[in-house]
């Protein structure tokens, strides 16, 4: 069965950065050739934040481009998102999610059908 497993998140002052990581174990084929992730901060709803696509295509929310970057490790079955410049609005618990190849928007959380437990990002001011 395929988990998804987030680690990374901590505390860290603004303008300061961290690295998530999302690494899938068990049966992955089909199931991980869109990788997403994903935050909710308090009392927000769940908004996307990046998205990387079977052909390494990415996509990025419009807050955090140019200052978040997603990556794969195909061998380690391994989806990254490198946080630079955190702001304090980028606080939030950061899900790693994945589906199967779809033409739906990455944005849409009906693209995605495994979700993880979630990494928490405090950022301080």
């Known amino acids: 069965q395929l988990q998804l497993v987030e680690s990374g998140g901590g505390l860290v002052q603004a303008g300061g950065s961290l690295k998530l990581s999302c690494v899938a174990s068990g049966r992955t084929t089909g199931r991980f050739s869109l990788v997403g992730w994903l935050r909710r901060a308090p009392g927000k709803e769940r908004e996307f934040v990046a998205s990387?696509?079977?052909?390494?295509?990415?996509a990025y929310a419009d807050p955090v481009k140019g200052r978040f970057a997603i990556s794969r490790d195909a061998a380690k079955n391994t989806v990254y998102l490198q946080m630079s410049t955190l702001h304090p609005e980028d606080a939030a618990n950061y899900y790693c999610?994945?589906?199967?190849?779809?033409?739906?928007?990455?944005?849409?959380?009906?693209?995605?059908?495994?979700w993880g437990q979630g990494t928490q990002v405090t950022v301080s001011s």
């Open positions: 990387i696509r079977w052909d390494d295509s990415t």
């Open positions: 999610a994945s589906g199967p190849k779809t033409l739906m928007s990455p944005q849409s959380t009906r693209a995605y059908s495994l």
